[in-house]
Every structure is written in structure tokens, then in C-alpha cells.
């Protein structure tokens, strides 16, 4: 989940997924199922079950993503599928769901776009340094109006007049803006969402945690451009803007994704209520359990199939050896045995 890949692996990426994933299960049991679990039967009763034992019995697991826009992946049928539940962006017709100070910036001039890096990395706390790099880029793009949720006023000195600061943005409603051109985030799995059920292409600049997957995930499909917070400068972002404003495969792209979403033939609302009202009915779903959960480690990864197939090819690859190396030796000593002179 922690990777910057999406799609097809390399070695190395290959490498850290197996290593991240051996991981981040043994971090999982240490720091989080064992002492959880301790602290429920020290709390509520000393025969509380163990987390790790109700994680793998539970009826159903709701996860929030789509098969549309994840990676495929091998899955089980009590996982169920339903991002963009509560995303639906159809309540009042644009600009009326939009506060007029706010829909007359957006109607301004070729487009607007949006910037905003989330509650939990605000953008008043980059450096300065970026904040210039910020500020002088979007000055270059006087036609486009640059709308950025930012929650202090140390830079309104240094504001371009095409630039406006909010405290708070009604994203979700601001993306489905028909004027919006592209959408500046850091990545974070709902901004990643919004933008695809409205359509707007991205420009992401990953700072942490999966925001790095999300990144490539939407450059994989082909709706964003990725900025490396290393590599930031007004040239790489001025760049990616002129890229992703001016190429319109990235808005057809992301225009494309967000009609498949809205075409899908189960709207994840009806999974969601359907799944919910059966487990409601049924309690649990033991039909649904995979096999896995009753397999220790070794007999999971079928190490045990593996380590009897080797030592058989071992064991004949010896003996193949042992048998043409006699073989070869047999060989030579007749042909290089000295023949016996004949007596007169």
C-alpha cells in the first residue's frame, strides 16, 4: 500500500512489496492485534477472543475502493467493494450548490484549477521555499484562476491576482465545476476519489504514507502527472501544468473513468445496504470463509510443496550426476586401457 508503483513491479519494487508485506503483518500482530487484544480482556473479560481470530471470521469486509479505478487483484468473495459511497455529487444543480463568492472566481477567465493538500498535511505548514515556487508558477498562468485552501494569512502579500485563498473548500462540488482544468493534491485517497467520480485530472505531489500508490495509481490509468516533492521547482510544476491544461487526453481520460463510474451496473450505495441487510439476516457467513485461515505459514505459501518438490529435484540431480559421472569414468578407462600383447 506504502509503495510509489501501480501496475506492473520491477525487481527491486517486487523486492520491498515481499519484504514491506512479511513486515507490516509481523508490526501488525506486535504493536497492534496482541496488545489490543490484552487490553479487551484485561477491560471487558479475561476470555476475549483474539483480534487476529474475529479479523478472519468476520462475515464481511466493506473496503473502500473500486474495481474500476484499483489495480486487479485476487480477492475474496466476502470482500466488498464500495468507494465513492458517500461521494455522490448530484444534490443541486451547479452553481447553485457552489457559495457565490466562490462560482463567480471559477467562471473567471480559460479554467480554474484547484490546490489543496488535505486536513492532515495543511499547506500552511510547507516551506517557505515552496510557497514561492507555488505562488511565482501560478503567476505564469494569468488565464487560469487558482483557487488553493490555505488556512493561515502569511502570504497575502504575495498573492498574484489570480489567486485566491479559502480556509475551506466545498471540494467535493468544486470539482464537479465545469470549468475546473486540474485538480493539485497530495494525493490522499479521498481527494483521489472526488476526482475521479467528477472527472478532473491531476497533478499529485506525494508526501507520505500511501499517498505515493495513489500518485501512481492515477498515472497509471492516465489522468495525472506526478511531482516528486524533491524535484519541485517552478519549472517542473509550470511544466506539469502546461502538460496536463493544454493535452486532452488527460481530461478525456479522466472524463472516461468518471462516466464508467456512474454507468456502473451496482452502485455502491445498493452494495453496501444489500450486504449489510443479509449479514443482518444471517449473522455470520461461514460459507465464505476461505480455506487459508486454517493453514499455519508454512502450509499457506505451500513451503512444505515446495521444500519436497526441490529436495526431489536435488535428490535426482544428484544421483543423475553420480550415475553419468560413473558412467564417463567407465567409459574412459576402457577406452584408454592398455591393450594386452600378444605372445609370439
Known amino acids: 500500500m506504502m509503495m510509489e508503483a501501480a501496475g506492473e513491479l520491477n525487481f527491486m519494487q517486487r523486492i520491498k512489496s515481499l519484504i514491506g508485506h512479511g513486515l507490516t503483518k509481523l508490526i501488525w500482530t506486535r504493536l497492534v492485534a496482541v496488545p489490543q487484544t490484552q487490553l479487551f480482556r484485561t477491560i471487558i473479560s479475561p476470555d476475549f477472543p483474539d483480534l487476529q481470530d474475529l479479523a478472519a471470521k468476520c462475515p464481511l469486509i466493506m473496503a473502500n475502493t473500486n474495481d474500476l479505478y484499483e489495480m486487479p487483484r485476487p480477492t475474496l468473495a466476502k470482500v466488498v467493494n464500495i468507494g465513492g459511497v458517500g461521494m455522490v455529487s448530484d444534490v443541486k444543480p451547479i452553481p447553485e450548490k457552489l457559495p457565490d463568492h466562490i462560482a463567480k472566481i471559477m467562471d473567471k477567465g480559460d479554467g480554474a484549477i484547484l490546490f489543496s493538500f488535505g486536513s492532515v498535511a495543511p499547506a500552511y505548514k510547507m516551506p517557505m521555499r515552496w510557497k514561492k515556487i507555488f505562488l511565482e508558477t501560478f503567476k505564469r498562468f494569468p488565464n ?21 485563498l479559502f480556509t475551506w473548500m466545498p471540494q467535493t462540488d468544486m470539482l464537479s465545476h465545469p470549468n475546473v482544468r486540474a485538480f493539485i493534491t497530495h ?6 476519489q ?40 517552478v519549472e517542473t510544476l509550470s511544466g506539469a501544468l502546461e502538460e496536463v491544461t493544454t493535452n486532452p487526453r488527460y481530461m478525456e481520460t479522466a472524463q472516461r473513468l468518471s462516466r464508467m463510474l456512474k454507468l456502473q451496473p451496482v452502485k455502491p450505495a445498493d452494495l453496501l445496504v444489500g450486504w449489510s441487510e443479509f449479514v443482518a439476516e444471517f449473522h455470520t457467513l ?27 529435484l536435488l535428490l535426482t540431480l544428484v544421483v543423475t550426476t553420480k ?21 609370439a
Open 144 to 164: 487560469y484562476q487558482f483557487l488553493l485552501r490555505y488556512e493561515k494569512n502569511d502570504i497575502n502579500d504575495m498573492l498574484p491576482p489570480n489567486v485566491h
Open 187 to 192: 494525493g490522499g485517497y479521498n481527494s483521489f
Open 194 to 233: 472526488e476526482a475521479v467520480l467528477a472527472g478532473v485530472p491531476l497533478i499529485t505531489i506525494p508526501l507520505f504514507g500511501d499517498q505515493s500508490k495513489n500518485a501512481r495509481l492515477a498515472e497509471h490509468h492516465g489522468f495525472s502527472l506526478v511531482l516528486l516533492k524533491g524535484e519541485l521547482s
Open 286 to 312: 461461514e460459507n465464505l470463509e476461505p480455506a487459508g485461515i486454517k493453514l499455519n505459514f508454512f502450509q499457506y505459501y505451500s513451503l512444505d510443496v515446495i521444500t519436497l518438490l526441490l529436495s526431489v
Open 323 to 343: 550415475l553419468l559421472k560413473f558412467i564417463f569414468t567407465r567409459v574412459l578407462s576402457l577406452v584408454f586401457r592398455p591393450k594386452k600383447e600378444k605372445k
